[in-house]
């Protein structure tokens, strides 16, 4: 934080004349002068702390966005699961960044790879750091949590979500953040110490690279390592769609001149190619696509031209609608896309910022004679540092998450067994349903009372005597 320049005595006397109160008069003037530059000082550290706190809970709100669309993707019997692993990301999530995350992030001064001070917030507040800052971060740490759970949703046991929320959050996220974030990490492009990636280093302004791809890839090897859930392809290894219980819900989820600009397009383009595609328009895929489009524009939404956002937003939904069709032929079963979404589209918004970051932006986020997009004349450099990033965060979270999920899956604590995927979590896990509901697997049983059915779009006309309301028995 910037200070006011100091007033000495010494240096005013001269300036005041050879009157015999001269001295004083310089020493009154400076008295005042740092009393009024001390209120000025503790007004400008209350203002930044203020908006950094209301951009915390900004960062959080994804979070409540995130829980609802959870909700609104899985079937009604495990509503209450899924809205509980949400709540569990945050609360293990902020224990593990507490004590060893945010000191593997930014625990400086330390090496490239990862932080060394810190543990416990020990000596915060700092001249560097105070809480506030703390707590922004552990926003960031918990969203990439959440993205993984929405991979593995309706089909994993809780101490597992303990387990790879815990592990996640206080390690394999923190570092990734040190690489890009901190000021010594070795692919930051904002790093003090040491050179810079290819003269640049990586431009990854809030999280396409460190907080999405980290959740897509852990959550990509979660569900390959899970297995799809029970019903979600049958006997001829066609793809069943095991539709989300409340499109209302997943509506909820979502909200926020770039960023808006590539949501909006991505969202805009999802619907009309999924038109074509399927024949039909349909809220969760433009849901989707708006947050592909959000994923990818966060690593350049500070040195892109909002034209370049439209064209970020365009390429999202396509690359969103590709890994969708490839998890399809694979059988890869991920209820929320949030491997294909956070993992493929945030790859992208890497690719995108090497491509279209203008020079005028990024010397003025980062420093004159930085390299820039190699689509706006600006070479190779960034490009190639934003591909090495890529690279890495893969390599990183799959060395890490992989062999989690297959000891877990080993030691029989991922998967919960047949019959609770069959009856719904909520029942056999957390004491009983959200709401009663009828799917139509009839896989769930609920008890006699105000029971709903889903409506699904026909061919035919309706008769005045189809029932399409609520059933009460």
Known sequence: ??????????????????AANATAAADYICTRFTATSDKFNSTTYAIDNTYLLFSAYLVFAMQLGFAMLCAGSVRAKNTMNIMLTNVLDAAAGGISYYIFGFAFAFGGPSNGFIGKHYFGLKSIPSSVFDYSFFLYQWAFAIAAAGITSGSIAERTQFVAYLIYSSFLTGFVYPIVSHWVWSSDGWASASRTSGSLLFGSGAIDFAGSGVVHMVGGIAGLWGALIEGPRIGRFDRSGRSVVLRGHSGSLVVLGRTAVTTTLAGCTAGLTTLFSKRLLVGHWNVTDVCNGLLGGLAAITSGCAVVEPWA???????????????????????????????????????????????FAKKQYVHEVYATGRPYGLLMGGGGKLFASQIILILVIIGWVTATMGPLFFILKKLKLLRVSKEDEMAGMDMTRHGGFAYVYHDEDGSSHPPPGFMMRRVEPSSASPTPNNDSTSNVV
Do not use: R
């Not at 934080?1 to 050879?18: K, R």
């Not at 365009?314 to 059988?331: Q, R, T």
């Not at 294909?340 to 918004?349: E, I, N, P, T, V």
């Open 1 to 18: 934080m910037a200070s006011f320049p100091t007033c000495s005595a010494e240096e005013l006397t001269p300036l005041l004349g050879l």
């Open 309 to 355: 956002a439209i064209v970020c937003g365009f390429v999202a939904a396509w690359v969103l609608i590709g890994f969708n069709k490839l998890a399809e032929k694979l059988k890869y079963d991920d209820p929320l896309e949030a491997a294909q979404l956070h993992g493929g589209c945030g790859s992208w918004g890497l690719l995108f910022t090497g491509l």
